[in-house]
């Protein structure tokens, strides 16, 4: 089936809530237009069918909570419908794929080639796509931002929501109730994203209080290291855990889903990465060389999952584990098991990818 971007279409929309994915469609149909060498009309987007009129494109969603999506172009007639608006805008974003736009990186939109005899012709992979609805919160596909990443925040949203993302998770140094959160939240929302919180900052929630209390520092060789994580069975630690997970999730109360991964250590890869070893990074002290290494990060998360527990049931928190092994450290109905995290930028890994 192949796309005439000349054509007169018009985009029929149920109401203004979904404005945002017509207008992506607008303009991309605008972009071939230019490329062709076309001067036409923008296409309108109605909010009620013209009688008569043809080509339509018709974008629905059906107000469910997941984010699958179906279409079908015919000779006169597109068809996108979504679960929900996120939905919807995979929908529109697959079918773009599917004619050949393509955003490798948030700096480059590459145009489809042209499939016909025709300037305005444009051919397409399949003639119907289809998604299946997988916007809970274990199986999202999720962009992470770093602090250097998410000082070009806007135009990484943007990326995600064409390369069908569903959440973002931002670094917890940002201020859930300041107004660069705000400004985040407002072009998140128009995606119909989600927002998530954390990364590789299980410590943080200790390294504030390791100068006050050396106890808290990891063991290395006989040695206190504050370099990464921590020592979980300090009684110190587990207090210190507490308290500051306590005061993040009562200013933060919006957010539904939180990352608490320990830090890692090794060699970066070449593309700036730092490879997941877990090994050499947790306590030798005497009373921690009694656990695994899966098995320290077990007791650090349990004890912040037991705060979010008491102040927002229903929110959960990821941990990082990536084998599975017998233990009697049992985790909380609020943790959910990742393991496989992303090392390298570019490269998606267990729905993961990074933002750089």
Known sequence: MEFDAAKPWALIIEDASIRNPANELVRCIELLRRESGINQRSPPVLEALPSGHAPLIILRYRAEKGNGFSWRLERERLDIEGDSVRGLYNG?????????????????????????NTAHIYALAE??????????????????????????????????ARNRIDAVALPLAINPRGHFFEQINK???KYDLTIEAGGWELSRLARHSLFLHKEIFRMTDGKRDRSVNFCPTAPET???????????????????????????????DVSGGLK??????????????AFTPDEQNRIAVTAVADVLLSIHPDAKISFYEPFSEMSDIAIRPNLFKVSRLPEASGVEVGGWLLAT
């Open 92 to 116: 529109v974003f697959d079918f773009l794929a599917n004619l050949g736009f393509c955003w490798k990186t948030p700096a480059i939109e590459e145009l489809p080639r042209k499939g016909g």
């Open 238 to 268: 587990i207090k210190v855990l507490q308290k500051e997970a306590k005061k993040l999730f009562l200013r933060s109360q919006n957010i539904e889903v939180y990352h608490f991964w320990a830090d890692r250590i090794g060699k970066r």
């Open 127 to 160: 003639d119907h796509g289809y998604g299946n609805s997988t916007a809970d919160v274990y199986s999202r596909r999720r962009l992470l931002f770093n602090k250097q990443s998410v000082k070009k925040w806007e135009e990484w949203i943007v990326w995600a």
């Open 276 to 289: 997941n070893e877990r090994s050499n990074a947790w306590c030798s002290c005497p009373t921690c060389r």
């Open 187 to 189: 072009a998140v929302k």
